[in-house]
C-alpha cells in the first residue's frame, strides 16, 4: 500500500526499506512510524513509502465524540498536519487552521473552570504540539477576560495556536535534544520567531498572526528576541500570547526545569509582571484563575492534603485552606505555601 508522506498515521508499518534519492537508507523495513519517523522522511525529501495494509481497527476510534479530551486530541493531531506541511513546503493550509480550531471556540465558552482545563491539559510528554494548543486555549481565555470581542477573541487564540510554527524549520536534533543546548543551538532556535513570520505572511494569513509569532519572545524591558524591542513596539496580540506562552511553558518539566505546580508558575508569572510582561495582560491571568482555585483540593509545602476555602485578598498566594478539620490561614503561618493543585 502506497501513500504519500502526510498521510501517514501513527503506527503505520513500512512494508519495505526506504532510502532517499542519492540511496542513502532512511528507515528499515518494519519501521513503525510515529511523529519523528514522518519528519525524518520529509527531510529526506521522501514523498511516497509503501506501507503495511492498515487494518479496520482504527474505524471506530476515529469518531471525535463530544468530549474536552477528544477535541484536544484532534486539535494536537491536526496541528502535527499543518507542522509538517510548513516544514516540507514552508507554507501551511489556513483552512485547516481555522476548521480545526472553529469548533473547539465554541466549546470553550461553555467551559467555565478554567482551573480545570488547564489541569486537563496537563501532560508529562508535552511537546510543541500540545504547548501550542495550550497557548491557543490560554490566550482565548485571557482575551475574553480583557474584553475582547469574539471575533478578536478567536484571531488572538488563533495567533496562540500558531506561535511556534516556525519551530517546523529549526533542525529536529535541536527541537528533541533532552540535554541543555549549546549557545550556538539556542541561537538556532530563537530562529524560529522569524521563521514563524515567513511562514504564516506566505500562507497567507493576516500581518497581526505573522507579528505574534515574530515577537512573543520580547519583553517590554527591551531583553526578549529576537529585536529587543521595547514595550511601545509589542501589538497588543502578542502582550497575550506572551503570558500564555510563558504560563504553560513554565508548567512543563525541562532537562534544567522541574516541573512547577499552577500556583508557584502563577506567582512566578505574577513577578514577571512589573517590566516584563504587560502588567494589565497578567492581572487578568492571575485575577481570573485565583478565584478559581477555591474549592480544589491542594499539596502544601509540608506535605499536607487540604482545600482552599477563601483567597485572601490582600496576598492572593497565601488563601485559607482546610486540611481535615483545622484552617489554616497561609498569609499567617508564613512558612506554608501551596504547592500544588490537585483538582
Same mark, same amino acid.
Given at each position: 500500500?502506497?501513500?504519500?508522506?502526510?498521510?501517514?498515521?501513527?503506527?503505520?508499518?513500512?512494508?519495505?526499506?526506504?532510502?532517499?534519492?542519492?540511496?542513502?537508507?532512511?528507515?528499515?523495513?518494519?519501521?513503525?512510524?510515529?511523529?519523528?519517523?514522518?519528519?525524518?522522511?520529509?527531510?529526506?525529501?521522501?514523498?511516497?513509502?509503501?506501507?503495511?495494509?492498515?487494518?479496520?481497527?482504527?474505524?471506530?476510534?476515529?469518531?471525535?465524540?463530544?468530549?474536552?479530551?477528544?477535541?484536544?486530541?484532534?486539535?494536537?493531531?491536526?496541528?502535527?498536519?499543518?507542522?509538517?506541511?510548513?516544514?516540507?513546503?514552508?507554507?501551511?493550509?489556513?483552512?485547516?487552521?481555522?476548521?480545526?480550531?472553529?469548533?473547539? =471556540?465554541?466549546?470553550?465558552?461553555?467551559?467555565?473552570? *478554567?482551573?480545570?482545563?488547564?489541569?486537563?491539559?496537563?501532560?508529562?510528554?508535552?511537546?510543541?504540539?500540545?504547548?501550542?494548543?495550550?497557548?491557543?486555549?490560554?490566550?482565548?481565555?485571557?482575551?475574553?477576560?480583557?474584553?475582547?470581542?469574539?471575533?478578536?477573541?478567536?484571531?488572538?487564540?488563533?495567533?496562540?495556536?500558531?506561535?511556534?510554527?516556525?519551530?517546523?524549520?529549526?533542525?529536529?536534533?535541536?527541537?528533541?535534544?533532552?540535554?541543555?543546548?549549546?549557545?550556538?543551538?539556542?541561537?538556532?532556535?530563537?530562529?524560529?520567531?522569524?521563521?514563524?513570520?515567513?511562514? %504564516?505572511?506566505?500562507?497567507?494569513?493576516?500581518?497581526?498572526?505573522?507579528?505574534?509569532? &515574530?515577537?512573543?519572545?520580547?519583553?517590554?524591558?527591551?531583553?526578549?528576541?529576537?529585536?529587543?524591542?521595547?514595550?511601545?513596539? %509589542?501589538?497588543?496580540?502578542?502582550?497575550?500570547?506572551?503570558?500564555?506562552?510563558?504560563?504553560?511553558?513554565?508548567?512543563?518539566?525541562?532537562?534544567?526545569?522541574?516541573?512547577?505546580?499552577?500556583?508557584?508558575?502563577?506567582?512566578?508569572?505574577?513577578?514577571?509582571?512589573?517590566?516584563?510582561?504587560?502588567?494589565? *495582560?497578567?492581572?487578568?491571568?492571575?485575577?481570573?484563575?485565583?478565584?478559581?482555585?477555591?474549592?480544589?483540593?491542594?499539596? &502544601?509545602?509540608?506535605?499536607?492534603?487540604?482545600?482552599?476555602? =477563601?483567597?485572601?485578598?490582600?496576598?492572593?498566594?497565601?488563601?485559607?485552606?482546610?486540611?481535615?478539620?483545622?484552617?489554616?490561614?497561609?498569609?499567617?503561618?508564613?512558612?506554608?505555601?501551596?504547592?500544588?493543585?490537585?483538582?
Amino acid at each position: 500500500m502506497k501513500v504519500h508522506v502526510t498521510d501517514l498515521k501513527h503506527g503505520d508499518c513500512l512494508l519495505t526499506d526506504t532510502f532517499n534519492s542519492v540511496g542513502l537508507h532512511v528507515l528499515p523495513k518494519r519501521t513503525v512510524v510515529q511523529r519523528e519517523e514522518i519528519t525524518i522522511l520529509i527531510r529526506h525529501k521522501i514523498e511516497y513509502v509503501d506501507i503495511e495494509p492498515r487494518t479496520a481497527v482504527d474505524a471506530d476510534g476515529n469518531s471525535l465524540g463530544h468530549s474536552l479530551n477528544d477535541n484536544f486530541d484532534h486539535a494536537i493531531q491536526n496541528y502535527e498536519s499543518i507542522f509538517l506541511e510548513a516544514l516540507a513546503q514552508g507554507t501551511f493550509t489556513q483552512s485547516m487552521v481555522d476548521d480545526t480550531l472553529q469548533p473547539l =471556540m465554541e466549546t470553550l465558552d461553555a467551559q467555565k473552570d *478554567v482551573v480545570s482545563l488547564l489541569l486537563l491539559l496537563e501532560r508529562d510528554d508535552i511537546d510543541t504540539y500540545h504547548h501550542s494548543l495550550q497557548v491557543g486555549l490560554l490566550s482565548y481565555y485571557i482575551a475574553a477576560w480583557m474584553g475582547y470581542s469574539k471575533e478578536e477573541r478567536y484571531q488572538i487564540s488563533r495567533a496562540g495556536y500558531l506561535h511556534d510554527i516556525g519551530k517546523s524549520q529549526v533542525p529536529l536534533s535541536i527541537l528533541n535534544k533532552t540535554g541543555i543546548l549549546t549557545p550556538a543551538e539556542e541561537e538556532e532556535l530563537k530562529r524560529h520567531t522569524t521563521f514563524g513570520y515567513d511562514i %504564516i505572511r506566505g500562507s497567507k494569513m493576516d500581518e497581526k498572526t505573522a507579528l505574534v509569532a &515574530l515577537q512573543h519572545h520580547e519583553f517590554e524591558d527591551g531583553t526578549g528576541y529576537p529585536n529587543q524591542i521595547l514595550k511601545s513596539g %509589542i501589538h497588543p496580540y502578542t502582550e497575550i500570547v506572551a503570558v500564555a506562552n510563558i504560563y504553560m511553558g513554565l508548567t512543563t518539566s525541562r532537562p534544567n526545569q522541574p516541573k512547577q505546580g499552577l500556583v508557584a508558575v502563577l506567582r512566578k508569572v505574577h513577578e514577571m509582571g512589573f517590566g516584563k510582561l504587560n502588567g494589565t *495582560v497578567v492581572q487578568a491571568l492571575t485575577g481570573h484563575l485565583l478565584p478559581g482555585f477555591v474549592g480544589k483540593s491542594v499539596q &502544601l509545602s509540608n506535605g499536607e492534603i487540604g482545600t482552599i476555602v =477563601m483567597n485572601n485578598p490582600l496576598d492572593m498566594f497565601r488563601p485559607l485552606v482546610k486540611v481535615d478539620n483545622v484552617f489554616k490561614d497561609l498569609s499567617r503561618e508564613r512558612s506554608l505555601s501551596v504547592e500544588e493543585i490537585i483538582m
